[in-house]
């Protein structure tokens, strides 16, 4: 009887270590009892009462990225791509993700597929290409809706790629290469436009300093002239106020006039006027001239 109940403590204990559970941190657990919804733990120590309670799943309440395979769309255009994109989900409530929908995973990626195509659908080729930020919106707000009863929360959703049909990549292929050719000619020529403005505006700017530096000299020149005359006629005036001041007689003025007049002979002139006053002082000179002889 001893061993008896040594087997059943035994048994006692085993079942008490294997029926105690610790959550870890980010997890949680949907426990039944008797089959039915009993309880989710959260993180820490919990027991599990033998054989009626059950661990029906195990959840992570991390952040989950899933990149969901390229997905046939038409445009409105009538233009068929192929466009894969990547979601961003968070379990919220894990008893709703137990027991709202059948294979999470795969109702998401249907969810995701009929969203796009139906918002693909309503937008052309160019706009599809060009509103990436439109499109994630838009699925992100029809899928975090979507899947509020099924405990799970949509954060992003983003396009991960745009692959149009082959004919239409080489056609953009063309049409960017001719952009960037047209791009480059106006880059050229407004380059060539600059540089004859520039060497224009250097000739302009050549021409104005020589026509300054010639008007300078001329400038320069005139006043040079000017002061010559100035101090020349300073010289001649000093002259006739020494003259004057000295007070001469009317003989040495004769004398001057006729040294004066020996230069004025002097050159090639073929006729000359004498001043009345010269020749009355030359008669005088020559009267005196003659008394001395007779002396």
């Given at each position: 009887?001893?061993?008896?109940?040594?087997?059943?403590?035994?048994?006692?204990?085993?079942?008490?270590?294997?029926?105690?559970?610790?959550?870890?941190?980010?997890?949680?657990?949907?426990?039944?009892?008797?089959?039915?919804?009993?309880?989710?733990?959260?993180t820490?120590?919990?027991?599990?009462?033998?054989?009626?309670?059950?661990?029906?799943?195990?959840?992570?309440?991390?952040?989950?990225v899933y990149?969901f395979?390229p997905?046939?769309?038409?445009?409105?255009?009538?233009?068929?791509m192929?466009?894969?994109?990547?979601?961003?989900?968070?379990?919220?409530?894990?008893?709703?993700?137990?027991?709202?929908?059948?294979?999470?995973?795969?109702?998401?990626?249907?969810?995701?597929?009929?969203?796009?195509?139906?918002i693909?659908?309503d937008?052309?080729l160019?706009?599809?290409?060009?509103?990436?930020?439109?499109?994630?919106?838009?699925m992100?707000?029809?899928?975090?809706?979507a899947?509020?009863?099924?405990?799970?929360?949509?954060?992003?959703?983003?396009?991960?790629?745009?692959?149009?049909?082959?004919?239409?990549?080489?056609?953009?292929?063309?049409?960017?290469?001719?952009?960037?050719?047209?791009?480059e000619s106006?880059?050229?020529?407004?380059?060539?436009?600059?540089s004859?403005?520039?060497?224009?505006?250097?000739?302009?700017?050549?021409?104005i300093l020589?026509?300054e530096?010639t008007?300078?000299?001329?400038?320069?020149?005139?006043?040079?002239e000017?002061?010559?005359?100035?101090?020349?006629?300073?010289a001649?005036?000093?002259?006739?106020?020494?003259?004057?001041?000295?007070?001469?007689?009317?003989?040495?003025?004769?004398?001057?006039?006729?040294?004066?007049?020996?230069?004025?002979?002097?050159?090639?002139?073929?006729?000359?006027?004498?001043?009345?006053?010269?020749?009355?002082?030359?008669?005088?000179?020559?009267?005196?001239?003659?008394?001395?002889?007779?002396?």
């Open positions: 009887m001893q061993w008896v109940w040594i087997i059943l403590g035994f048994v006692a204990l085993i079942l008490l270590f294997t029926n105690i559970r610790v959550v870890p941190q980010a997890r949680a657990s949907v426990i039944e009892r008797l089959g039915a919804y009993n309880g989710t733990w959260e820490g120590l919990h027991f599990k009462i033998p054989l009626i309670d059950k661990i029906a799943s195990s959840v992570s309440l991390k952040e989950r990149d395979a997905q046939p769309v038409i445009t409105k255009d009538n233009v068929t192929q466009i894969d994109t990547v979601v961003y989900f968070q379990i919220t409530d894990p008893k709703l993700y137990t027991y709202g929908v059948e294979r999470p995973m795969s109702a998401i990626e249907n969810l995701t597929a009929t969203t796009l195509r139906n693909i659908g937008l052309e160019d706009e599809t290409l060009t509103s990436r930020d439109l499109i994630n919106t838009k992100r707000a029809i899928l975090d809706e899947t509020d009863p099924w405990g799970i929360k949509v954060n992003r959703v983003e396009v991960k790629n745009i692959m149009p049909p082959k004919d239409i990549q080489d056609a953009m292929e063309k049409q960017m290469r001719a952009e960037r050719e047209r791009r106006i880059l050229r020529a407004e380059g060539e436009k600059r004859a403005i520039l060497i224009a505006e250097g000739e302009k700017e050549s021409a020589r026509a530096a008007k300078e000299a001329a400038i320069r020149q005139a006043e040079g000017a002061q010559a005359i100035l101090e020349v006629q300073k001649t005036a000093e002259g006739i106020r020494m003259l004057k001041e000295a007070d001469p007689s009317q003989s040495v003025l004769a004398l001057k006039s006729l040294e004066t007049l020996q230069v004025v002979a002097d050159g090639k002139a073929t006729k000359i006027i004498i001043p009345s006053e010269i020749q009355n002082v030359a008669g005088l000179v020559s009267a005196l001239t003659e008394v001395a002889k007779k002396d």
